[in-house]
């Protein structure tokens, strides 16, 4: 039998500021047969995520720096298409990090089974994914409970939502803010937010004031610069910060100035706290069990924005900088 086909996406050269689609390129590579311990595995859905944007500057970060001519890296729901692996039965549905591409080879360990069961199965690249896991890691991080007042950013996008539906369920007042009326109505009817700004209508301190004059205890940040400097006026003594995330400089290629009011940290008593999901892995299960019962029940919903083929996955990546998604976004592959 010939050599399995796959297409695949590639970095074809560094962004500099918001990528383009001629930094990326569209190539096919040949899957020979598999050898022994080893699974190929179709993927039906890839993640597309703000993260992967550092990963395609040249230097160290959290993660490797993505290579120039080779495939890109991120989340995957596949089927196992065959299988030289008693671990795996073709029909099995597994999570990986080999997005980017349609058909992928590997060994049993990098492959994470799923039920068939829960569905959409793209809920396992988003509420019941990294990006679930990210919100629920982040209320955990600074011990968010009842009673709290809690401001999000970047509200309506895939973390942001899960975050603001995980925190009504542990009883907090839930402030989010988000970039269209649209997405405002969004986090008010179907996420139970208790109060959404459009950041677009004005200033955010002033915004957040309105919204909520006695101060907030919880700020998660998922996207820095002007939000961040105004939840350290907002916040009350002994405040917390979860530093998630700060999109609105991913792009830029000279670093913003810092927000000019640190100095509320010190006399605030602050604490901030950064977090990636990947240390936590180790409570996965626990992660899984929790918000996969609420999901199972209906009391966490799963929201996504889908494109369709590895054609425009470059697209639906660099829509993410240009606020295109409500809740998670997606592609479909299969």
Request: net charge neutral.
């Amino acid at each position: 039998m010939p050599n399995l086909v796959s297409r695949e996406i590639r970095l074809a050269s560094r962004p500099r500021g918001i990528p383009t689609a001629d930094n990326f390129a569209l190539a096919c590579t040949e899957l020979g047969p598999l050898e022994d311990q080893q699974v190929l595995v179709r993927n039906l859905f890839m993640s597309v995520d703000p993260y992967m944007r550092g990963r395609m500057n040249a230097g160290k970060s959290y993660a490797p720096e993505f290579e120039i001519g080779k495939p890109l890296y991120g989340g995957a729901v596949g089927e196992v298409a065959e299988s030289r692996s008693r671990d795996f039965k073709p029909g099995d549905v597994v999570t990986s990090f080999f997005g980017w591409r349609e058909y992928f080879i590997t060994s049993p360990k990098a492959l994470h089974l799923v039920s068939r069961d829960i569905q959409p199965l793209s809920v396992y690249l988003g509420t019941l994914g990294m990006t679930g896991m990210t919100a629920w890691v982040g209320l955990n991080l600074v011990d968010v409970k009842a009673g709290d007042v809690i401001f999000i950013s970047g509200a309506a996008g895939a973390v942001g939502n899960v975050a603001g539906q995980l925190a009504k369920l542990r009883g907090c007042l839930v402030i989010g803010s988000a970039g269209s009326a649209e997405k405002v109505k969004f986090l008010r009817e179907k996420c139970g937010f208790d109060i959404a700004f459009n950041y677009k209508s004005g200033p955010v301190l002033e915004q957040l004031h309105l919204a909520w004059l006695d101060g907030i205890d919880v700020y998660f940040d998922n996207v820095g610069g002007e939000t961040l400097e105004a939840a350290l006026t907002a916040l009350r003594v002994h405040g917390r910060i979860i530093a998630c995330g700060s999109i609105s400089g991913y792009n830029e290629e000279k670093p913003r100035p810092g927000p000019s009011n640190l100095h509320n940290i010190i006399t605030k008593r602050l604490t901030m706290k950064g977090m990636i999901v990947g240390d936590w892995l180790d409570r996965q299960a626990e992660f899984e069990k929790e918000v996969g019962g609420y999901f199972k029940a209906g009391k966490v919903k799963h929201e996504e924005t889908v494109v369709k083929g590895i054609d425009y996955a470059v697209g639906a990546f660099i829509g993410l900088f240009q606020g295109q998604n409500v809740g998670k976004m997606v592609v479909q592959l299969a």
